[in-house]
């Protein structure tokens, strides 16, 4: 319940075009942490992945191969978690995208460009026949565009999407080769031991 009651204190004032406080930051992410299932030292929870800001300005690419060698290094908990593969961060719902922009300001006391997961990996030439994907395969079902994106600016083909455009929760296509900093999530499966 307070977890909801945070969301929804969240969710007003991105509505209001507040922006969200670190205090509200802090109270949201501390909030949804489950202590049945641990996130790593440094990482996120919220629902059953966990998330993870990077500082170092990385091109797309060479943030999701970070974010995949993170996930490599990670040691499943004996009897508690198991941790499933890490990428850049999939978003699924709009609490979701409020909670990362959450972890980014606790961590960096602004909203920077930041790149999340997401890419289009058809060459259109038009706007609508755009297909995105999400890295981590997971279903692109949630979306928050900036006004008027994604709009392959002046021509060219802005396959990935960033995040905190505008100062904004809101997204915007950009050139995979542009260094940003980066949000990797990582999925974790809880282990009921078994009696025998």
């Known amino acids: ?10 969710s007003a004032a991105v509505a209001l075009g507040e922006a969200v406080t670190l205090d509200e930051a802090n ?4 909030s949804a942490a489950d202590k049945k299932s641990p996130c790593p030292k440094d990482w996120f929870q919220f629902n059953s992945r966990c998330f993870m800001f990077v500082q170092t300005a990385r091109t797309w690419p060479e943030a999701e191969r970070h974010c995949m060698f993170l996930g490599r290094k990670l040691a499943s908990v004996q009897n508690t978690v198991k941790y499933l593969g890490a990428n850049l961060a999939s978003v ?4 979701e995208s409020q909670f990362l922009q959450a972890v980014v300001l606790i961590k960096t006391g602004d909203f920077p460009l930041t790149w999340i997961g997401g890419y289009d990996a058809v060459q259109a030439n038009v706007e609508k026949d755009r297909l995105w994907f999400w890295s981590d395969g997971s279903t692109f079902d949630h979306q928050n565009w900036a006004k008027d994106e994604p709009n392959n600016y002046n ?3 802005e396959p ?3 995040m905190n455009f505008g100062g904004k929760d809101a997204w915007n ?11 990797c999530s990582i999925r974790t499966c809880s ?3 078994t009696i025998n």
Do not use: F, K, N, W
């Not at 699924?92 to 609490?95: I, T």
């Not at 296509?173 to 949000?183: A, F, I, K, N, Q």
């Open 173 to 183: 296509d950009e050139l995979c080769g542009r260094r940003y900093p980066s949000v």
């Open 191 to 193: 282990i009921h031991p």
């Open 1 to 10: 319940m307070a977890m909801l009651t945070i969301l929804l204190l969240l």
């Open 27 to 30: 109270a949201m992410v501390a």
């Open 92 to 95: 699924h719902s709009s609490e």
């Open 155 to 157: 021509g060219a083909r």
């Open 160 to 162: 990935c999407v960033q």
